[in-house]
């Protein structure tokens, strides 16, 4: 445990940024697995739509420092492309 009030503001602190990521990514979960369920049912309008949101919560957590913007990048990619394939 820590020991001195520099480190303990410290422990206060990452307690504190380990909710708001694991909120953040949480969201970003919840929102590819709507997506990749909107394109296993073949429902390209909500597709669209989730696609869209989807976008929006990566973009959300690069501002926040959850997501590497490249891995952002190749997350928003992967979901295009496989957007696209949909008829």
């Known amino acids: 445990m820590a020991n001195h009030f520099s480190a303990l503001k410290r422990a206060r602190q990452t307690a504190r940024r380990t909710v708001r990521n694991r909120i953040n990514r949480s969201r970003i979960r919840t929102a590819l697995r709507h997506f990749r369920e909107a394109l296993a049912k073949g429902d390209k309008p909500a597709a669209q739509q989730l696609f869209r949101e989807?976008?929006?919560?990566?973009?959300?957590?690069?501002?926040?420092?959850?997501?590497?913007?490249?891995?952002?990048?190749?997350?928003?990619?992967?979901?295009?492309?496989?957007?696209?394939?949909?008829?």
Do not use: Y
């Not at 973009?59 to 997501?67: E, H």
């Open 54 to 87: 989807t976008v929006s919560a990566i973009d959300k957590a690069i501002q926040k420092g959850v997501l590497h913007a490249n891995a952002a990048a190749r997350h928003k990619s992967r979901l295009s492309a496989r957007l696209s394939t949909l008829k």
